[in-house]
């Protein structure tokens, strides 16, 4: 029996996105990550918003992630600039 009601794909997957930013090892990628697990968040924050069914717990969280990635994008941007002002200073 179909119900009409379709589930997320995005329920499923945003966490390991997520994960997959946080841990990603090769500095060259993380960028990338950050930014593909920032899409999924806002698609699936997305749908939250819309949704009739009680999902506080999800919203948190998915805010929380969406803190996190933005607090590691910081931090790299900081690292890169400290890194590139010594740089400056040795020559």
Same mark, same amino acid.
């Given at each position: 029996? =179909?119900?009409?009601? *379709?589930?997320? @794909?995005?329920?499923?997957?945003? @966490?390991?996105f997520y994960k997959a930013a *946080? &841990?990603?090892?090769?500095? =060259?990628?993380? !960028?990338?990550?950050?930014a593909e697990a920032e899409a999924v968040l806002?698609?699936?924050?997305?749908?939250? &918003?819309? !949704?009739?069914?009680? =999902?506080i717990e999800e919203e948190h969280a998915v805010d929380d992630a969406m803190y996190a990635l933005h607090a590691l994008r910081s931090a790299l941007k900081c690292r890169s600039n400290a890194k =590139?002002?010594?740089?400056?200073l040795a020559a």
């Amino acid at each position: 029996m =179909n119900t009409g009601i *379709l589930r997320s @794909p995005y329920k499923r997957v945003w @966490p390991q996105f997520y994960k997959a930013a *946080l &841990f990603e090892l090769d500095a =060259n990628k993380v !960028s990338d990550r950050i930014a593909e697990a920032e899409a999924v968040l806002v698609t699936r924050a997305r749908e939250l &918003f819309y !949704s009739t069914e009680d =999902n506080i717990e999800e919203e948190h969280a998915v805010d929380d992630a969406m803190y996190a990635l933005h607090a590691l994008r910081s931090a790299l941007k900081c690292r890169s600039n400290a890194k =590139n002002g010594s740089q400056d200073l040795a020559a």
